[in-house]
């Protein structure tokens, strides 16, 4: 009688607890600033770029733990920002490849996103500027003003446009919210708005048919006091079209700069996670489009208001941009299964994790760390597939379409660097490239890197016999990841996988005897 009646009281206390701690957690809200700038990379000062002015991005980074270590799962913009809003790697959330015109790439229709769990918890979404991904169906936001309706140009460059749409977001009296602002700048404009220069830095500067943002206060740079990353060649050409590329750097710094101080305006700093980070790779030679290091390590800040122990700290634990849907749940304290629940499918299931825990603490051990890649196509007739896996020390990519030359995009195609590359190299001239184009676009099915000793990707390393069992370890690592995501291209390229009828129950890769 009396122990029954002990657990009845403590019962009700411990639901009388629960609840309180539900209101209370209801009564604070926690909101979100996702900032992405478009194809950024480090011109930043916080990440010792000394020539570039990126003055709000710093003090940002000052209020953030910074992240040293960060990689896309995919150098490429839809592809990346499919993985960056699911917690799925390309092959496992269907787009493939850009979403955009021909190349009509979307993801599965029963993918869960970050907008469709977020609003299904009562939390109010919004995007500002680049989408990109799609169906509609998968990536419902409350709030959407994207290219999809509007000049891109406006939703992703005007930073004083960009400003009044965020205040406008940021005014409305619900919350929680979370609020994605995706920058088109810095990407290059070359392709598509040739008047505004390479990388639109033209675009509103107040010069004769530049119209005007403004808010902007341009900055311009000399070709001959850039800082050149090692993957770009020292040529007049990469030089100009690397100054250009930092006058845009600092359009989106003080775009950056805007949309933090309609922040504090709505008093939101208190009670909002700001992350900053970018989709993929610069838009140079071996930047985008790649596997290297040049292609998917990203800049990353988090700020958290309540997280104060390591602000204006680095971090140097290998973390993935699929990493962000977890920290995310974790921040709103949503659980996964309630993510996965409304896949179809069963395996869909997130390889991610929190980042908070580093906002509080570095890891004792990080050696086991690992990030993982998949790439697909960008554009559609740039089909080539290839995995990769990166340790602190080792970096191994499986090139799948490795007897196919490494494809060029459009807009990389007519940019200043890579006409430069193709015309000294058809010219039998020096490019000043650290690579030749005959190597940039031939690859081994294999490419493993010691980074400690070849932190450029040159020497590729997976023949010597000391590579051996590293090698054999990273593939394992490599495979099982591939499998934990349901990768169709698990057997590819010297096998078929066989997953239905006799081996719907022990699925196999059947060998094609290909390899010559
Ligand atoms: C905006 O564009 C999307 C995609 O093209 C379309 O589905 C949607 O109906 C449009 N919305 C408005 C308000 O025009
Ligand atoms: C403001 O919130 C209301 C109610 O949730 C919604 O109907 C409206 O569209 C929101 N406006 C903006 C700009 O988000
Ligand atoms: C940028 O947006 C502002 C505010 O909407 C507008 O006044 C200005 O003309 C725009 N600038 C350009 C270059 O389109
Ligand atoms: C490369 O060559 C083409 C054709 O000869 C020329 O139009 C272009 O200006 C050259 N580009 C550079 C960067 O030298
Ligand atoms: C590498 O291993 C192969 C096969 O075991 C052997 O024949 C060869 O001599 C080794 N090479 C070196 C440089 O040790
Ligand atoms: C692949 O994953 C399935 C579960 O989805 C598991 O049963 C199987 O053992 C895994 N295979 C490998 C090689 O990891």
């Not at 409305?172 to 708005?193: K, M, Q, S, V, W």
């Not at 998917?296 to 290998?318: C, D, W, Y």
């Not at 995501?485 to 590819?492: E, L, M």
């Amino acid at each position: 009688m009396r122990s029954s009646a002990l657990l009845v009281v403590q019962a009700l206390f411990s639901v009388f607890t629960v609840i309180t701690a539900q209101r209370n957690a209801k009564d604070k809200p926690r909101n979100v600033l996702l900032i992405l700038a478009d194809d950024g990379g480090f011109e930043i000062g916080a990440y010792g770029n000394k020539i570039c002015q990126t003055p709000n991005l710093d003090a940002l980074a000052k209020n953030s733990l910074i992240f040293n270590k960060a990689f896309t799962s995919v150098s490429s913009c839809s592809p990346s920002r499919s993985a960056l809003l699911t917690g799925m790697p390309s092959h496992q959330n269907g787009m493939y490849g850009l979403h955009q015109a021909e190349n009509h790439f979307d993801s599965f229709s029963d993918i869960t996103s970050l907008p469709k769990i977020l609003k299904e918890h009562g939390i109010r979404t919004g995007i500002i500027g680049k989408k990109h991904v799609g169906p509609e169906s998968v990536y419902p936001f409350d709030f959407a003003v994207t290219e999809e309706n509007n000049s891109i140009l406006q939703v992703g460059r005007n930073i004083t446009h960009i400003k009044l749409l965020a205040r406008e977001f940021l005014n409305n009296a619900t919350e929680p919210f979370f609020l994605y602002i995706a920058f088109h700048d810095p990407h290059r404009c070359g392709h598509t708005n040739p008047e505004f220069g390479e990388f639109c830095q033209h675009f509103g500067n107040g010069d004769t048919g530049m119209g005007l943002i403004p808010d902007w206060q341009p900055i311009y740079y000399q070709p001959d006091e850039i800082q050149l990353p090692y993957y770009i060649p020292d040529t007049w050409a990469a030089r100009e079209d690397v100054a250009a590329q930092y006058t845009t750097v600092s359009r989106l710094d003080q775009g950056v700069g805007l949309i933090l101080q309609e922040l504090k305006d709505s008093r939101h700093s208190d009670d909002t996670l700001v992350i900053y980070s970018s989709d993929n790779g610069i838009p140079f030679p071996n930047g985008r489009t790649n596997l290297y290091d040049s292609g998917i390590a990203e800049p990353m800040f988090i700020s958290s208001p309540l997280h104060k122990e390591r602000r204006g700290q680095v971090t140097n634990s290998l973390t993935s941009l699929l990493d962000i849907v977890p920290t995310l749940l974790d921040w709103y304290d949503i659980k996964h299964e309630d993510f996965s629940k409304t896949n179809l499918v069963e395996s869909r299931a997130l390889t991610g994790k929190s980042l908070l825990p580093l906002l509080i603490k570095e890891p004792d051990d990080t050696s086991s760390e690992a990030v993982f890649a998949s790439h697909n196509l960008h554009e559609v007739t740039m089909y080539y597939p290839m995995r990769m896996i990166r340790t602190h020390r080792y970096k191994l990519i499986h090139n799948i379409n490795y007897n196919s030359p490494f494809p060029i995009d459009q807009d990389f195609y007519l940019s200043p660097t890579f006409q430069d590359i193709l015309n000294r190299t058809k010219n039998n001239q020096n490019t000043f490239w650290f690579k030749t184009l005959k190597e940039y676009y031939k690859r081994p099915e294999w490419e493993l890197f010691d980074l400690k000793h070849d932190p450029e990707e040159l020497n590729n390393i997976v023949k010597k016999n000391s590579s051996r069992e590293i090698f054999e370890e990273l593939k394992v690592k490599l495979l099982k990841w591939q499998n934990d995501t349901n990768d169709p291209w698990i057997c590819s390229p010297h096998a078929v996988f066989e997953n239905k009828g006799l081996f719907k129950l022990n699925p196999q890769c059947l060998d094609l005897d290909n390899v010559w």
